[in-house]
Structure formats: structure tokens, C-alpha cells
């Protein structure tokens, strides 16, 4: 079974600035790596899929990219609606779907 | 509009059943896999099962966590997904969500619907 492992665990910025998540495969996943946001009180939405394509209506300050163990979902000029919890996620044979442990990214 | 509606949640004690169901619209619910992914409070996201369309002969695939306790049907006639749920475990306390799968990613999800085993 793939291990996903996300870090930091949180990540403390202030509106404007950039984040850097970073997710990594205990094995390779090829580019077979998607990433979710999920907004406090919310259920988690679909922001990037294949590792770099963005899903339908998720705005281009979101971008992610890696292939193989290392992945990074970069969030560029933090909007007050972005502070949340991001997870990764990779489709395997088994279990189909995993996720990785997420990363809070938090007002300073 | 895609909508996925859960309910049936609610409290129930360790040893117990509930049935979780989910009204689907927006979308040709028959063409869709469909999944359930739970979240323990506090916690991160665990997949939990999955049906696949009636075309792929509606297979459905557990969790080892779940697997021989939970069952996923679906009825296409009605766009509605189902979970039941029986020897009830305290860690299967979790919000449970129906989700759309697509390529093997989670496109669509539901606001969730939360199960309290105590």
C-alpha cells in the first residue's frame, strides 16, 4: 500500500503570500496524484487532478506540479478564502483511493 | 447543478445498524462510480467503499476497515446511493460523504451526513 506523506502539517502565512504544500509517495505514483481543499465546516472540493491539471472553475493561483515521490500544490497570493485544509490524494489498484494526512494552511 | 444529498445519520450504539442514503442530481447518475469517504472528527479523509455503474456490472470494493460490515447499493431508478451500515463500531463515529468518482479521483462531493456510534 502507497503511503501518502504530507508536510508541514500546517503552514502559517499571511493573506498575499505564497504557499508551498508539499506531498510525497512512499513509492512512485507516476503523475496519478490529486489535491483537495476542504474549508472549515465544508466538505473537500477538487482543485487539481493528474498531478497538474486544474479542475472545472478552480482559479489559476493554484497550480500543482511533480511526478513519481514528489508532489507540491503552490498556492500563489493567499486569498482569505484559502485558508484551509489541502489533502493529496493518489489512485492506486488498492485501495483505490488514498489520501495523505493534509496540510492546515493558517492565518499569521 | 450537481447535487449530492446525504442523510440518515444519527446516533446509534456500538453493535448497531443505520442506513446511510444519498439523492443524487445534476448529473447521469447510471454512467457514475460512485464512493463513500468518511471523516472522523478531527481527522483526515478515509475511503470507505465504492459501487461501480450497473454497465461495469456494479461492483462494489470495500475498505478493509469496513469489509463484511458495510455494504453500497445504488438504485439508478431513483438516482440514490446507499450505505448500510451494521456491527457498528465508536470508530466509525465520522462525517460521511457521498462522492462522485472520476478517473479515479473524487469529482463531486456531499455536505455530508454525520454517524455517532457511543
Known amino acids: 500500500e502507497i503511503v501518502l506523506t504530507q508536510s508541514p502539517a500546517t503552514l502559517s502565512l499571511s493573506p498575499g503570500e505564497r504557499a508551498t504544500l508539499s506531498c510525497r509517495a512512499s513509492?512512485?505514483?507516476?503523475?496519478?496524484l490529486a489535491w483537495y481543499q476542504q474549508r472549515p465546516g465544508q466538505a473537500p472540493r477538487l482543485l487539481i487532478y493528474?498531478?497538474?491539471n486544474r479542475a472545472t472553475g478552480i482559479p489559476a493561483r493554484f497550480s500543482g506540479s511533480g511526478s513519481g515521490t514528489d508532489f507540491t500544490l503552490t498556492i500563489d497570493s493567499l486569498e482569505p478564502e484559502d485558508f484551509a485544509v489541502y489533502y493529496c490524494?493518489?489512485?492506486?489498484?488498492?485501495?483505490?483511493?488514498?489520501f495523505g494526512g493534509g496540510t492546515k494552511v493558517e492565518i499569521k | 447543478e450537481v447535487q449530492l444529498v446525504e442523510s440518515g445519520g444519527g446516533l446509534v450504539k456500538p453493535g448497531g445498524s443505520l442506513r446511510l442514503s444519498c439523492a443524487a442530481s445534476?448529473?447521469?447518475?447510471?454512467?457514475?462510480?460512485m464512493s463513500w469517504v468518511r471523516q472522523a472528527p478531527g481527522k483526515g479523509l478515509e475511503w470507505v467503499g465504492r459501487i461501480k455503474t450497473n454497465a461495469a456490472g456494479g461492483t462494489t470494493e470495500y475498505s478493509t476497515a469496513v469489509e463484511g460490515r458495510f455494504t453500497i447499493s445504488r438504485d439508478d431508478s431513483k438516482e440514490s446511493l446507499y450505505l448500510q451500515m451494521n456491527s457498528l463500531k465508536t470508530e466509525d463515529t465520522a462525517v460521511y460523504y457521498c462522492?462522485?468518482?472520476?478517473?479515479?479521483?473524487?469529482?463531486?462531493w456531499g455536505q455530508g451526513t454525520l454517524v455517532t456510534v457511543s
Open positions: 513509492r512512485s505514483v507516476d503523475s496519478y
Open positions: 493528474d498531478s497538474s
Open positions: 445534476g448529473f447521469t447518475f447510471d454512467y457514475a462510480w
Open positions: 462522492a462522485t468518482e472520476s478517473g479515479f479521483y473524487v469529482k463531486w
Open positions: 490524494q493518489h489512485r492506486t489498484t488498492w485501495p483505490p483511493l488514498t
